[in-house]
Each structure stands twice: as C-alpha cells, then as structure tokens.
C-alpha cells in the first residue's frame, strides 16, 4: 500500500474540489484531489456548459423563427438568409411610430396655451422671438435646442444621394450600396446593420477612431474585430462626390491613392454639432466656448451666473439620451427654484454603441485617466476569445480593459469591445457611482456560465496590478486613442 502524507486531502475533482485544492495548495498546504471518475466536472461535461451550448442553438433556431416578422427568412442555402428589404423598412418605420406615438400624445395632452410653435431666437437676455409671430419676456430660460448631423463641406449640394442618419428611417426599402463616413457610434451601428442585411456597405474614416473608445489597446481589438465583417477603409479622406442618376459617384484618397466607387448612397455619420447657432445667443448675454456652445456647471446646467441653462445635445457634454433626461431635469429643477440653484444627480458616465459585439465605455476613460495632472493607475484586462459562456455563444470576441487607482484600490472605469457589453458597461458603471474598490466587486456573486466571468478575470487582473504597485504601468508611454 502506497502511503501519502498530505495536509489536505480533497475528495472529489468537481468545481469546488479543484478550487478547494488550489486554496489549500496556495496557503501551502500540501494538498491531494481524490476523484472516483471521469475528469472534467460536472458542470463542464454534463452540466451547465452543454446546457448553454443547446440554448445557444435553440436561440438561434428560435430566432429564425421570429425572422420574417423582421423581413428575415430562412434561405435554401446554408448560410445565407432572404431579406426581404420592403419588410425591413416596414417594421422599422411602424414600431417607430408607435414609440412616436406615445411622445405626440403627450405632448397634445398638454394645456394649449402652453405650447407656442416655432423657431425661437434671443432677442435680449430675457426676451425670446419664435418666428415672426411670438415675443416671450422669460425670467429663465432653458435652451435644450439638441443637436443635428454634422454636414461635410465636400458633400454638400451633390444631390439627394447624400444623406444623414435623419433620412435612413424613413426608407421605403433597403438600398443596394451605402457609403458611411465615419466610424463613429452612428456609422458603425448603422454601417454594420447595413451590411448584416446584404446592403453592399462601405465605411470611410478619416483617422483610426473606432465609436467612443479610447484606450488604445481595446481600440486595436475592436479595430480588429470589426474589420473581420466589415469593409472599413481608415485613414481615408472624402475628395470628391458626384451624384450620376440614382447613384453618388465618390472618390476618397487613401496612402497618396484616390479610389473612386458608386454608392446608391452616401450616409453622412461624422459626428452631430449643437443646435445652438442659429439661437441668436449673442443677444443672451452668457459666456460662449470656441464652438459657440454656451458655458455652463454641469452639475447645475446654469450658464455663469446667469438666468439660463442648457441641457442634452445642445450643450454636447454627453450626448446620450440618459444624460439629455438627467441634464433636463436638473435645468428645469433649477430654472424653476431660480435664484436657489442646486447641484443635481449626476451619473458614473455609460456609453454604449449597440453595435455586435457591444462597444461600451464607463466611468473614467482611459484618456481622461491619462490626462496631464492625473495620478498613475492600474490596468486589469480580459480578452473574450476564450471565455466560456462567450464562446458557447459564439460570440467569442473582443476585450475589456478595467482601471484602478493605486493608493485606494477604487475601481474608476472601463472600455471594452465586449459580447452582451451593454449589461457589463451597466454592472461596472453602478461599481464605479458606488466609489467601490475592486477588492469590493471581487466580494460579490458571480454565477456560472455566464460572461460575467470574464468581468471578474480582468478584476482579478486590475487587484493583482494594483498589488503590484505604481511602478508598473505608465500609462503616458501609452498614446491615447482619438
Ligand atoms: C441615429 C442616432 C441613434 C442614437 N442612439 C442612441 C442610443 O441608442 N442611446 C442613447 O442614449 N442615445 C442615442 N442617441 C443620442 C440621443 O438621441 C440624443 O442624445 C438625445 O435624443 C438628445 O436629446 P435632446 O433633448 O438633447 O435633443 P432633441 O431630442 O433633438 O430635442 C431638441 C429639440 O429642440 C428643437 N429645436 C432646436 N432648435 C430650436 C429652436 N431654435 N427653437 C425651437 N426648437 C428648437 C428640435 O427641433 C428638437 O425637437 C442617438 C442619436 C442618433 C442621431
Ligand atoms: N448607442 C448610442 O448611444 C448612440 C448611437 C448613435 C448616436 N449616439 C450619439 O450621437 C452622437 C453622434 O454620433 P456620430 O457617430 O455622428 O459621431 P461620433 O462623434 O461618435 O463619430 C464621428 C465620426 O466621424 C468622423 N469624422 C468627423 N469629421 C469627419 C470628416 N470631416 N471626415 C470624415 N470623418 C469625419 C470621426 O473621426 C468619427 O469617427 C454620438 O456622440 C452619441 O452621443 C449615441
């Protein structure tokens, strides 16, 4: 008989076996695993892996199923799928009116007289014009005038086959060919939307910018990813355009090269400029910055001292519709108790583009934490390529980065290309508004398969470089992304 002298002895190679094997091995114990069968795990061999792999493959069934109601059908032809572009556009265009819908009847809900239609303009710092028919002495104003596409001067007066995200939704029927410039959040979610529905899609970008990433190191991934599905021309510039009959005749210069290609459409997506021009704002006695846009205390939306403020797009702090509500309900809060300003809720920032996989930043970014003046901090990281419940779903793609700050282990913000990001980026961001440490987020419930899983890796990451010391990473050797 074999004789084995151990200080732990674990019975069973299971999930808690093998974790209870490595916590006792690492405290230094010396540790044996007793398993009467197969390696492998339950979980792994008949459990919750396999499980998922089904799932997965009956989502994907059952989403064929609900296909056509999106102008989607199965096709003879493995691996393709029949759209059905009049389809498409149809259920885009009624389920956006219904949304609509709900918005005008509110809107007719409210008292007549408390609606005046038409373009308003400063006058005086008190007085508004709507059009030519209204004058309005105000005591305070709210400007909350939004935002729209921002036109490039090569494209303008080409003809109709240069449009803006405004006109996509309003298509009858999907196109043959789109050029997108821009490879913005716009750009991106409808460019790959686009190409995912058979339209021929081409997406220029002037730089390297990939939606509203940067740090430099996702950035590259994302890059990377995207570039695997879509037909994305960087470092390109918009030379010239052409309408010819139905279709724009567009050539764009890459490495000393112009390349020309026709397009049914041009899809202008290079970011959207503040409805704030066309205000009169000279006249409103308030401070202005370079861009024309009105300077104001973000966490009381007031303009200096003065009696207006300005929320959502129009003042392009964080042009995301969360933020448009928060902005406005602390403006109007403000407006209304006027002189007694109050600071208002403001939020750990959350950006999502709901492109596949997911883009998403949250909290500090990467290139505000390398901002001059910043203390150093650390970096944890995971790529998806081979986590679990990723790859059972075959979304197995992309990379999150994770930062904390030495000296308190706070965890301070994220930036990922991420499978199912959008519900990472509202895990993490609720951690970041909570100030807690990672330590913190380490301590709490994690279930099994999922791709949260992958969060906690790059936590893991992030607390043993935070253990590590300052020393470690220098993130100014590292250029931040644009
Ligand atoms: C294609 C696209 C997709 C988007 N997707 C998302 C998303 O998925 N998630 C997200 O959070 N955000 C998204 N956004 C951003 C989001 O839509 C905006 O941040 C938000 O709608 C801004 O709201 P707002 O109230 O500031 O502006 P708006 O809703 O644009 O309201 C401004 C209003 O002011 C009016 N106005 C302007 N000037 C004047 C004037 N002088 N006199 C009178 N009225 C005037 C305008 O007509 C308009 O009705 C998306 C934007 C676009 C374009
Ligand atoms: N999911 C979402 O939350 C969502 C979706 C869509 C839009 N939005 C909001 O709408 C805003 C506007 O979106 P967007 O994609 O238009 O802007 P953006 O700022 O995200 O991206 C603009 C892109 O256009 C490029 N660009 C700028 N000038 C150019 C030029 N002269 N030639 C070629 N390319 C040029 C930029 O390099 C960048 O890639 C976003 O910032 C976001 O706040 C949000």
Redesign the pocket.
Known sequence: MKKLKVDVAVIGAGTAGLVAYRAARAQGARTVLIERGVYGTTCARVGCMPSKLLIAAAEAAHMMTLAPEFGVYPSTEPGTVRIDGPAVMARVRRERDRFVGFVVEGVDAMPADDKVRGHARFVDPHTLRVDDHTEIDARRIVIATG?S??L?PTLANVGPGVIT?DDVFYWDDLPRSVAV???????L?IGQALARLGVRTRL????G?V??LTDPVVLKTATRVLCEELDIHFQS??LRAEQDGIEVVLTTGRHDEAITERFQYVLQ????TPNVHDLDLENAGIALDGNGVPLFDPRTMQCGNSHIFIAGDANHE????PEAADHGKIAGDNAGRFPDIRPGLRRAPL????TEPNIVTLGASYKALCAPGKSKFAVGQVSFENQGRSRVMLQNKGLLRVYGEYRTGRFLGAEMIAPRGEHIGHLLSWAAQSRLTVDQMLEMPFYHPVVEEGVRTALRDLAANLAKGESDIDPDEVEPG?
């Open positions: 935002s596409p921002t490039l995200s410039i821009g490879t913005g959040v716009i750009g979610e220029y970008a002037r730089g910018s939606a509203q510039r918009i997506a290079a970011g959207r964080r042009p995301v519709l950006t999502a583009a709901f644009t």
